[in-house]
């Protein structure tokens, strides 16, 4: 064995050796090759960039939003609130009958599920009173409160208020950071805002856009609505957060939005249109929330309307700007400022009335027993009265719902509703549909074999109708033949209702 294997080396030594010295000239030709090879050379840029006098006003515009976000955010909360849920169980599966046939095959459904949700807050005082909306935690069983430094504590809701959306939530903590309000009535469309919150769960989000309208409303009759409308992007899990302005106060309280897919304040994306309460409606709130547990609102003792150009022909008013005094409530405040039927407010203690809401939301944010004054105009007339504000009755209702004509002439019976956003959706109206719709018809009505229900009516006797204020006041004057326009499945028609009819005439 030990021969053979002499004799092979023997025999295939050279042949190794030319193998061996191969592969050392190809490894020296490749280290070769590569060593020679030039390989592309290339630096990175360098420099300052632009410069200019416009390149350093834009750089000190995003000092002033970081400052902004850097003082702003410490007061920022993450609100995460827990409901149970009771849920409905079987009750086969409860039946020891059909267990002894089924045993355990169907688990047990649990009789309480637990839902959590998550929203935002602002620290409004070091002591740790936090500012949110009424429903991020109107149902919550538990609450837990996030810090930006991540510290969490458990939060006591103080007090509620669904009229505004405004709640007031208590951890147990001291020296926290906090953030001023502002004035919201001195916001202008086209300032510049910044929204904080948490949305869908990215936690001490920062936002900037613009407000974008002033005195919005989203067509909810059992609230407060008088909302600042941004295209900061508010998304869910904002709700509860801060609008801010440009020098870090509080104007708003992120509250909803109108989105892609599901109206206002669903659950959809964000497409540019959010809404925010603002600072004054929400520090009134949670005043008297934190003080007394309840909210306690002025009251004049009016029933008001917007004006449109026709009304405003109709009153004298040079512009469609203030509200109009539908009716004077017998014995209350405006009656006795002397306040008449027809009166225009224009102005609320200097400050400019745009509309109906706008309005309302001004006297309920001041306290009862404060004398306001009032400039109105009065059968083309400039004049100005002082009312001491009386206090709004809790079971009041924030608008006129619904209504019906008086017993006698050419629209008794017929009961009417306020035309809202989600009523127009169904009936498939445009957005700048106006009127009330028709909810019920008495069969005994003139107006029986004329309207039906859905039909919207859009004018009385050649005169708008905005409201179901309007509605009622117009309809009580109409005595004799009554011109209507009606809108019935998107369509316009002019019809004429007399009072002795049993039915009406369809004329169009």
């Not at 400052?67 to 020891?96: G, L, N, W």
């Not at 956003?421 to 106006?434: C, V």
């Not at 009580?476 to 809108?487: C, F, H, P, S, Y």
Request: hydrophobic share 40%; charged share 20%.
């Amino acid at each position: 064995m030990r021969a053979n294997t002499k004799q092979f080396l023997r025999e295939n030594l050279f042949g190794l050796s030319l193998t061996l010295m191969g592969v050392v000239c190809l490894t020296l030709a490749v280290m070769l090759y590569h060593g020679h090879r030039v390989f592309p050379q290339f630096t990175l840029a360098e420099g300052a960039g632009l410069n200019g006098q416009e390149i350093n006003t834009l750089e000190q515009q995003n000092k002033a939003y970081e400052r902004i976000a850097e003082s702003v955010t410490p007061a920022i909360v993450a609100i995460t609130s827990t409901q149970v849920i009771k849920v409905q169980q079987s009750p086969f599966m409860m039946d020891p009958f059909f267990r002894q046939f089924f045993g355990n095959m169907f688990p047990n459904i649990p009789r309480e599920q637990r839902e959590r949700a998550l929203g935002s807050g602002v620290i409004v005082s070091a002591d740790g009173y936090i500012v949110t909306n009424n429903h991020v935690v109107s149902k919550a069983t538990q609450i837990e409160v996030n810090l930006s430094d991540h510290r969490n504590f458990k939060g006591k809701v103080v007090g509620a208020d669904p009229q505004t959306d405004i709640a007031v939530v208590k951890i147990d903590a001291h020296n926290l950071p906090v953030v001023p309000f502002g004035d919201s009535n001195e916001m202008k469309v086209g300032d510049t805002v910044m929204a904080f919150g948490n949305p869908f769960g990215q936690y001490f989000t920062v936002t900037r856009g613009i407000v974008s309208a002033l005195g919005r409303s989203l067509g909810d009759s059992d609230r407060f609505e008088d909302f600042i409308q941004t295209d900061a992007a508010i998304n869910p899990g904002n709700s509860g957060g801060a609008l801010v302005n440009v020098r870090g106060q509080v104007i708003g309280i992120n509250t909803a939005i109108i989105s892609g897919n599901s109206g206002p304040g669903g659950e959809g994306a964000f497409i540019g249109i959010g809404f925010a309460i603002p600072s004054d409606t929400a520090k009134h709130v949670m005043e008297d929330l934190i003080k007394t547990g309840k909210v306690s609102r002025g009251y004049l003792g009016v029933s008001i309307a917007d004006l449109t150009e026709p009304l405003a022909k109709q009153f004298k008013v040079p512009d469609t700007s203030g509200a109009l005094v539908e009716e004077v409530t017998p014995g209350g405040p405006a009656d006795k400022a002397g306040l008449k039927n027809g009166d225009v407010i224009r102005k609320l203690n200097g400050q400019t009335v745009e509309g109906r809401d706008q309005l309302t939301a001004m006297i309920t944010n001041i306290n009862p027993g404060t004398v306001v004054k009032l400039d109105l105009i009065r059968d083309g007339q400039a004049m100005s009265v002082q009312a001491t504000l009386g206090e709004r009755p809790a079971n009041l209702p924030v608008t006129a719902g619904a209504g019906t004509a008086p017993s006698e002439g050419a629209l008794r019976g017929v009961t009417v509703q306020n035309l809202t956003p989600e009523i127009r959706d169904q009936l498939g109206l445009p957005a700048s549909a106006r009127g009330v719709v028709v909810t019920e018809v008495d069969p005994s009505s003139p107006a029986a074999q004329t309207l039906q229900q859905g039909d919207v009516i859009e004018g009385i006797n050649r005169r708008a109708v905005n409201s179901v204020a309007d509605f009622n006041r117009l309809a009580a004057e109409a005595k004799g033949q009554t011109l209507l326009r009606i809108n019935r499945q998107g369509n316009g028609y002019y019809v004429v209702i007399t009072p002795g009819d049993n039915g009406g005439d369809d004329n169009q």
